[in-house]
């Protein structure tokens, strides 16, 4: 007995000692992060800048993989199901966190128990895009068409429940409108079928954007902030050109599958927020159109929980279901 006591005892204190000397030597091998997203949105953007500089801090690649469809769900369940050991975590827009659970009750995955939470990265602020075809040129100008013509003006989403969905369900009920809702399979393509023609207007996050509108291929007409932008000042805001007090913007986080170690946790959220101390990172966020926020991990678990229960009840309200 006292023999197997013993041997029991140093099996144990072996692999204490391996865990904690494979923790203290984290990261030894490229992190991967999967985004449920497509290339090319406003959290992808984000992702590749602050990533980058992770990865010079760490001496560790970050490999990025973009598993976009089912509005987040299925690349969203590959980073729950991942192992724990900090070499596999999550890029997520608050749709991902806080949307849709309210929309898919039976999820395989449970945002609030099978994710560790890393930090919030940046606010995603956002505005209301057109083509020169529509002939709107303020978010009154698509107000008062949508009057005219109830249901006969449509507009592009990320797909159901997305933000681009809710910001222009909001849009539409606080103006007393009705628009037909057009979803995609991500907001890219919503974006560049705008771009195109193919659809008059959306609701999109700057940093999808940014590049469309600098390019002259979108036309942006109205900005979902309190206050005009500095990189935009001759844009009203929604709130100021059609619709008072509208306010709508979206985040990108960071999370681990359930059960990564606390210390390995702690290490990447103080990554994080290095890398969004560097002046350089913030000025490549800052073009795109994004407002560098950084947190614990206990205030984005807060922030979760938070906005969860608040979206809940908004698309109970607004009968907004899932097809």
């Known amino acids: 007995m006292r023999f197997r006591r013993s041997s029991i005892s140093a099996l144990a204190f072996c692999l204490f000692a391996h865990s904690a000397f494979a923790q203290a030597t984290y990261p030894d091998r490229p992190i991967r992060m999967i985004i449920p997203l497509a290339a090319g949105s406003a959290v992808d ?68 128990k099978d994710f560790e939470p890393i930090s919030l990265v940046a606010t995603v ?53 009705s628009l037909t809702h057009v979803p995609y399979k991500g907001a890219t393509q919503a974006a560049v079928d705008v771009a195109a023609g193919q659809i008059p207007v959306a609701f999109q996050g700057l940093g999808t954007v940014i590049a469309l509108v600098r390019g002259d291929q979108v036309k942006l007409i109205g900005v979902t902030t309190q206050a005009r932008l500095a990189q935009f000042p001759d844009v009203p805001t929604v709130s100021e050109s059609g619709l008072p007090g509208f306010l709508f913007n979206s985040w990108f986080a960071i999370v681990a599958p359930a059960g990564t170690p606390k210390d ?56 907004i279901a899932a097809k």
């Open 125 to 177: 602020e956002w505005g209301l895009i057109t083509n020169g075809q529509s002939g709107f040129n303020t978010a009154a100008d698509l107000i008062a068409a949508a009057k005219a013509s109830p249901g006969k003006i449509d507009y592009g989403s990320g797909g159901v429940g997305s933000p681009q969905h809710l910001a222009m369900a909001m849009f539409a009920s606080g103006a007393g409108i």
């Open 45 to 112: 953007v984000a992702a590749r800048i602050v990533t980058q500089k992770m990865a010079q801090n760490m001496g560790q690649q970050f490999v990025i993989m973009n598993q976009p469809g089912a509005a987040g769900v299925i690349g969203a369940e590959q980073v729950a199901r991942a192992t724990p050991d900090g070499y596999t975590i999550g890029g997520f827009n608050d749709s991902i966190m806080t949307m849709v659970p309210a929309l898919q009750p039976k999820l395989r995955w449970d945002v609030l």
């Open 264 to 319: 390995i946790v702690t290490k990447l959220n103080e990554e994080v927020l290095k890398a969004l101390a560097d002046p350089e990172t913030r000025r490549k966020l800052d073009e795109q159109g994004l407002a560098i926020r950084g947190s614990s991990p206990e205030e984005l678990r807060v922030l979760t929980r938070d906005q969860l229960a608040r979206y809940g009840k908004l698309i109970e309200e607004m009968g």
